[in-house]
């Protein structure tokens, strides 16, 4: 099959995903579209809402349309890194025999992942990275596809460890759940408060997505949207030359170049499921508000002023 085939292939699967996805999930489009963006992309995402919004909910009927393994692990205060990677344990054999912990699994739903201590984060962290897992000086690989898809409730920070810059660096898309609309609400409150129940289907294989990955990474790029998605972070740099005025008023940190690489890869992403064969900046600019969204640090002028970083983006934009 040629690679303009696969796009045309890639559209219809996606176009069928959301379908199956909104059965369960009411409104919420670019919330789906972005989670789905960076699973082709081969990213990880963090999903930040109150709760209530259906966040767990999404990324669990996410996985069933993908045909994925899936675990959930309730990130609290006195989980270990053991708990998520797995332990070595002594068998009747006296010897020692590894049982594999929920981290192997192909979409992991790290659930309120700001409420674990830093240890247990930076065994999540490797494992993000690196796609494996080190234990016992032993190095296991994590299942192919992998997707960490984390929750954070962004009111209530009493008793929570705040992700580190590094850690939050890891992840593709910082994706902002908000509350739905009248309509949808009365439509979620009609759908869950009746007995009607709908199933969902399999759609893709996790085979159909590694291969749709590599294809992602074979689309190419134009120069000039090369450089504007590479310009774009640099402007949000203080000591860049081309960085604008907004940048050195309201920002105390930028973004590094692994935003430039997910700008690029999320265009290409964006591109193809929109059935184009090559990213424009119009692709840049669709993902630009998630991707960069965690990763600009706000000064206190900024936070007294009112200046929101995605009002900052834009104007970056």
């Not at 002594?90 to 830093?118: C, H, M, Q, W, Y």
Request: proline share 6%.
């Amino acid at each position: 099959m040629s690679d303009t085939q696969a796009i045309q292939n890639l559209v219809k699967q996606y176009q069928d995903l959301q379908a199956e996805i909104h059965k369960i999930i009411v409104g919420q489009d670019d919330v789906v579209s972005q989670v789905l963006i960076s699973i082709f992309s081969n990213g990880h995402c963090l999903l930040v809402g109150v709760p209530g919004l259906a966040k767990t909910l999404l990324v669990n009927t996410i996985s069933k349309t993908l045909g994925l393994s899936f675990n959930r692990i309730q990130f609290t205060p006195d989980l270990m890194p053991s708990d998520i990677i797995g332990s070595e344990i002594l068998d009747e054999t006296r010897n020692f025999k590894f049982i594999k912990g929920p981290l192997f699994s192909n979409v992991i739903l790290a659930d309120e992942i700001n409420r674990t201590p830093p240890k247990t984060q930076s065994a999540l962290l490797e494992a993000m990275q690196e796609k494996t897992i080190t234990t016992g000086g032993i190095n296991y690989t994590l299942p192919s596809p992998f997707f960490v898809l984390a929750t954070q409730n962004p009111i209530e920070q009493e008793g929570t460890y705040p992700l580190p810059e590094a850690q939050l660096d890891r992840f593709m898309f910082n994706i902002w759940v908000d509350y739905p609309t009248f309509a949808e609400e009365m439509a979620i409150v009609k759908a869950t408060t009746s007995n009607q129940n709908s199933v969902i289907n399999s759609l893709i294989t996790g085979e159909e997505i590694v291969a749709y990955q590599q294809l992602i990474r074979r689309i190419p790029v134009a120069d000039n949207v090369l450089e504007y998605a590479v310009k774009l972070v640099a402007k949000t740099r203080l000591n860049d030359p081309i960085s604008p005025k907004i940048t050195k008023d309201y920002l105390t940190w930028g973004a590094g170049p692994r935003a430039s690489q997910f700008l690029i890869l999320g265009a290409k992403t964006h591109a193809a499921l929109q059935g184009k064969f090559s990213p424009d900046i119009d692709d840049v600019k669709a993902i630009a508000k998630p991707i960069l969204r965690h990763r600009l640090v706000r000064n206190y002028r900024a936070e007294a002023e009112g200046y929101s970083i995605d009002k900052i983006i834009e104007a970056l934009l």
